[in-house]
């Protein structure tokens, strides 16, 4: 169950790298007309410096079933912003 100020930490494995997932959840806000929660995070290589790591907001919808409603990273090579489709 999400709540405002639990933390994750988690280690995530791709393509045979490990990364490190730390994140907070810091509040609720309305987006795109849908109640979400923000979380964020922060991931990096595991080992490596700052460089290798993204700071990332995502917005995931308040109900059961926590969709990723919009997400915001910044990256090494700039922004990314990923956006529900069909709201």
């Given at each position: 169950?999400?709540?405002?100020?639990?933390?994750?930490?988690?280690?995530?494995?791709?393509?045979?790298?490990?990364?490190?997932?730390?994140?907070?959840?810091?509040?609720?806000?309305?987006?795109?007309?849908?109640?979400?929660?923000?979380?964020?995070?922060?991931?990096?290589?595991?080992?490596?410096?700052?460089?290798?790591?993204?700071?990332?907001?995502?917005?995931?919808?308040?109900?059961d079933q926590h969709v990723p409603v919009l997400i915001h990273a910044k990256t090494?090579?700039?922004?990314?912003?990923?956006?529900?489709?069909?709201?």
């Open positions: 169950e999400l709540k405002e100020g639990l933390q994750i930490n988690q280690m995530v494995n791709s393509n045979q790298s490990n990364y490190v997932f730390n994140a907070v959840i810091s509040g609720k806000k309305k987006v795109r007309g849908i109640n979400c929660w923000v979380v964020d995070a922060k991931i990096r290589r595991e080992n490596k410096s700052m460089y290798n790591s993204m700071d990332v907001v995502m917005y995931l919808s308040d109900d090494k090579v700039g922004p990314v912003k990923l956006v529900l489709k069909g709201l």
